[in-house]
């Protein structure tokens, strides 16, 4: 079972510090003024209506998006246009994708083993190691040699949050990591993230899914038109929504 | 609704047996039944295609087999009536024909490098051989400067200022040395000085130019206080850049990157410049599938990369680099490869200074080589363009940098892409240096035009059977590259699935 969800404290470490952030896609401003902090260890998950911003938010967080206006520190590194900065997060944040993005042209392990080397120049042999571990972790060691294009969509996003976890990020960013999914996939895929989320593992959930939101989150987010416009602990968000806004999403939503 | 039928439950009870296929699906009468006789029209086709075919084919054996001269000395054999292919004639010629005017009893240093290219070229074509990396540098440093040497002769005039020049050169590359290893800004800081000493070098350098004096002039051969100053300035510039780098891991790997490049090109100078007791060819004297083959393999193995560098430049978001790009690619396609050849053979001497002067080939080579490098591009910019953006995101989230992003994750994909348009750039450059007769350069193509006219022989099949054996020669060519650009795309499927 998950530890018990609560509110940060104060007296936290903060791994990610957001301030008076905005951005804009040409004219369209689809950040408007987010503030959050998150603490190490946090699990949090960011829900909303589809356009609110969620994916461009945690794409800021490790620049894969630039943001215009405010500031974003991730483990105290700015975010700034200094490529060494960028990458120096981009070494301590995974990121997995709704489209799970593994490559190709490369087997499983050759995907997991391929930063390791060429980013953290680990020898080949402990990449390796470190990634039959992980594999072992998401329960398929047996697909190691496969090429992606081999594996069922549910393995795939594994592989995609095993290849994240070989670089060992300080931090996890999920992009509807289960929206691309089977329904009979999608078990499978959040049983890893659960267990992640028991390690310790401070992290940041774009998703849909409300029963993982209650297992593992310790906040949900609720994010409409740029704007965060509701956080709360998990119990408190479903039971008893502040906002208007909140009640319409979640009545669509939960059954 | 009453009178609707009920649905019937069902239930199977027993497994459907597994039955063989029926016989018009296996063994060769079931394939010529379903793939040259499904209906009666389609198989009144194949009878008329197969008939037209072994016509032709018979046509084609009885002239160049049953019909054909197979010797003689001269143009009897081949003038009789009725008489098919003048082989006796292709014979006499044959040698000519791959080495041109290659001096006779110097021929074996043409054999010896067709055989070290074929010799590195076979295991490097060869997925299951190994040593792929050492294979590569041999066949794209070593092996160019070999041949270089063995059919030119070597001995190349470089004088003692050349060495100078290469020398400042860098030293100038040493200057910039702490921008590369600290990145742009912190290299600027720390090497201020060192930077200042080397911009007044090249001040001093190029002004040694403007001032031209029979004192001042330098040019790039001979000394000259002009020369001799910059070279203090910009030598005394790259060393204040080498102390900097002292004590950085990052550092460190550029300077030692720094020293083997330049072992590298002062090594290949004195190599260059070595006498190995070779007697010298003009490259006027080269010919024939030799000729054919220096200048295809030199435009295939240069344009692959640049066109690389081309097709990334004209995706980059720098706008100068994106500009270059642009405007490169599209003023050499824009230009037919005849005009770049003309251009390369008779209108570059004229802007080029007086005393400057480098080799017809060598100029046919680069124009070649720039002219295919910016089809290149093109293909390779589709293939990039089919790659997903996810993929670039997944490479970034990684934290992989932009060329180790572009060389491990998008190239890869890309280029297995576009390996048909890739072979089909290649096959039409093989086939199009045959343009380079237009200019006096005497390939294949040219040379087998010229011996065919050779009263001796001259015969109704002397032209027919010279042409037949030249297109056999460049099919055999491009065949064998088509073949193995469909083995290599059938190796790199990985069962893609996007």
Redesign the interface.
């Known amino acids: 079972m998950a530890a018990p969800a609560k509110m940060p404290k104060t007296g936290d470490v903060p791994a990610i510090q957001i301030t008076n952030m905005n951005k804009w896609f040409g004219q369209f401003h689809v950040l408007r003024d987010i503030n959050l902090t998150v603490y190490k260890g946090e699990r949090i998950v960011i829900c909303g209506p589809s356009g609110s911003g969620k994916s461009t938010l945690i794409r800021c967080i ?3 998006e630039e943001h215009q206006k405010g500031d974003i520190l991730v483990d105290g590194i700015a975010l700034t246009n200094d ?2 900065k960028i ?1 120096e997060v ?2 301590e ?3 997995v ?1 709704q ?1 799970f ?5 490369l087997t499983v392990l050759e995907n997991l083993t ?2 390791p080397i ?2 953290r120049k680990m020898p080949k042999k402990d990449a390796e190691a470190a990634a039959m571990k992980y594999l072992e972790r998401v329960k398929i060691p047996e697909q190691a040699l496969k ?4 594996l069922s969509g549910g393995q795939q996003q594994r592989v ?1 949050i095993a ?2 976890l070989c ?1 060992n990020p300080k931090i996890m960013l999920f992009d509807e990591p289960t929206s691309a999914l089977d329904p009979e996939m999608i078990k499978e895929v959040l049983e890893v993230m659960v267990d992640l989320a028991e390690s310790g593992m401070t992290m940041l959930c774009v998703t849909h899914e409300m029963g993982f939101a209650r297992q593992v989150a310790n906040r949900v987010i609720f994010m409409d038109m740029g704007q965060i416009v509701e956080q709360n602990a998990p119990e408190e968000f479903f039971s008893n929504p502040k906002s208007e806004r909140t009640k319409l999403f979640l009545s669509q939503i939960l059954h | 609704m009453g009178s609707a039928p009920k649905t019937s439950a069902y239930l199977r009870t027993e497994e459907a047996p597994l039955l063989p296929p029926p016989i018009s699906m296996v063994g060769i009468q079931g394939w010529v039944l379903a793939n040259l006789f499904p209906t009666i029209g389609n198989g009144i086709v194949s009878i008329v295609a197969g008939a037209f075919l072994l016509w032709m084919g018979w046509g084609i054996l009885d002239w160049a087999i049953f019909s054909a001269a197979w010797s003689g000395d001269n143009r009897e054999v081949c003038a009789a009536e009725g008489a098919g292919a003048c082989w006796p004639f292709v014979q006499s010629r044959f040698a000519q024909w791959i080495y041109g005017f290659y001096p006779i009893d110097q021929r074996w240093r043409v054999n010896i490098c067709f055989i070290i290219g074929a010799a590195a070229l076979v295991p490097m074509l060869m997925p299951s051989m190994p040593h792929k990396k050492w294979n590569a540098l041999f066949l794209l440093i070593a092996y160019p400067l070999i041949t270089l040497i063995l059919l030119t002769g070597g001995h190349f005039s470089i004088t003692p200022a050349g060495f100078l020049n290469a020398v400042i050169i860098l030293a100038l590359a040493a200057t910039f040395l702490p921008l590369l290893a600290f990145g742009i800004e912190e290299g600027i800081q720390s090497n201020r000085f060192g930077l200042g000493l080397a911009g007044f070098g090249i001040l001093v350098w190029l002004a040694s130019f403007v001032i031209g004096s029979s004192v001042w002039h330098s040019g790039l051969g001979s000394f000259s206080p002009g020369s001799i100053a910059a070279a203090v300035f910009i030598g005394a510039g790259g060393i204040f850049g080498i102390i900097q780098l002292r004590g950085t891991g990052s550092g460190a790997q550029a300077w030692r990157n720094w020293l083997i490049g330049s072992a590298v090109l002062l090594g290949l100078m004195l190599i260059l410049k070595f006498d190995f007791g070779l007697e010298p060819v003009e490259t006027s004297q080269w010919g024939g599938l030799l000729v054919t083959l220096v200048v295809a393999v030199t435009g295939i193995v240069a344009s692959l990369p640049l066109g690389i560098l081309l097709a990334l430049g004209r995706r980059s978001n720098m706008p100068i680099v994106k500009t270059f790009s642009v405007v490169f690619i599209e003023a050499w396609r824009g230009v037919p490869l005849i005009t770049v050849l003309f251009m390369a053979a008779v209108m570059l001497p004229l802007f080029l200074p007086e005393g400057v002067n480098f080799d017809k080939l060598m100029r046919a080579l680069i124009g070649v080589a720039l002219f295919s490098s910016a089809y290149m591009a093109e293909v390779i910019r589709g293939g990039l363009q089919a790659i997903p953006r996810g993929q670039y995101e997944a490479a970034q989230a990684l934290g992989l940098s932009y060329w180790k992003m572009m060389s491990l994750i998008v190239l890869p994909q890309a280029l297995k892409i576009v390996i048909p348009g890739i072979v089909n750039s290649f096959i039409s450059l093989f086939k199009d240096t045959t343009l380079v007769s237009i200019v006096g350069i005497f390939d294949l193509l040219q040379i087998v035009t010229t011996s065919s006219n050779d009263a001796k022989w001259a015969s109704p099949q002397t032209g027919t059977t010279a042409y037949f054996t030249a297109a056999l020669i460049f099919w055999i060519f491009c065949f064998s590259m088509s073949r193995y650009s469909v083995f290599m795309e059938r190796r790199l499927e990985t069962g893609h699935r996007r």
Do not use: E, I
Request: aromatic fraction near 14%; charge should be positive.
């Open positions: 490790n620049r894969l490529l060494k990458d981009r070494r944040v995974g990121m994708f489209h993005n593994l490559f190709p042209h391929l930063a060429w980013v090429y992606p294009g081999q995609a290849r994240s670089m």
